[in-house]
């Protein structure tokens, strides 16, 4: 009568030669969710001032239409004062009606972001889409 013990050889555990890397995973995705989390809460309370840009100037139309806000919040496109119940007809008549064409848009530093927005919500509810934001360009020494 023979007794097996555990280190009888065909009972043998075998060595494995391989990391393991379910727990270097584990690690992972949970560094993951942390930064996923974390991230959207550190622009949150970013001071924002954008005066200028040092982006590269996009080439413009033949013919381009210039939509400025001045301070005083009135409107002009291409140096003529338009009214804001009139800038609907004055953009057809210099568009010709085509809206795929892109509107320059430049607001003085002191115009409150509301009224820019609103500015660009009557634009977008004439029908053009394409609106570019016009800064200064920002030289660099």
Do not use: C, W
């Given at each position: 009568m023979a007794i097996k013990t555990a280190r009888?050889?065909?009972?043998a555990l075998e060595e494995s030669h391989e990391i393991n890397v379910t727990p270097f995973i584990d690690v992972m995705l949970v560094?993951?969710?942390?930064?996923?989390?974390?991230?959207?809460?550190?622009?949150?309370?970013?001071?924002?001032?954008?005066?200028?840009?040092?982006a590269q100037p996009q080439p413009r139309d033949a013919e381009p239409v210039f939509l400025s806000v001045q301070a005083d919040l009135s409107?002009?496109?291409?140096?003529?004062?338009?009214?804001?119940?009139?800038?609907n007809a004055t953009l057809e008549r210099l568009t010709a009606g085509d809206h795929e064409q892109r509107i320059y848009l430049r607001a003085d530093q002191t115009v409150p972001y509301g009224e820019l927005m609103q500015?660009?919500?009557?634009?977008?509810?004439a029908g053009?889409?394409?609106?570019?934001?016009?800064g200064v360009e920002q030289r660099s020494e």
């Amino acid at each position: 009568m023979a007794i097996k013990t555990a280190r009888h050889d065909d009972d043998a555990l075998e060595e494995s030669h391989e990391i393991n890397v379910t727990p270097f995973i584990d690690v992972m995705l949970v560094l993951l969710i942390i930064f996923m989390v974390a991230a959207p809460l550190a622009t949150v309370d970013t001071p924002v001032d954008l005066p200028a840009s040092t982006a590269q100037p996009q080439p413009r139309d033949a013919e381009p239409v210039f939509l400025s806000v001045q301070a005083d919040l009135s409107l002009s496109i291409n140096d003529v004062p338009v009214a804001t119940d009139g800038l609907n007809a004055t953009l057809e008549r210099l568009t010709a009606g085509d809206h795929e064409q892109r509107i320059y848009l430049r607001a003085d530093q002191t115009v409150p972001y509301g009224e820019l927005m609103q500015t660009m919500n009557a634009l977008r509810a004439a029908g053009y889409r394409r609106i570019a934001l016009v800064g200064v360009e920002q030289r660099s020494e």
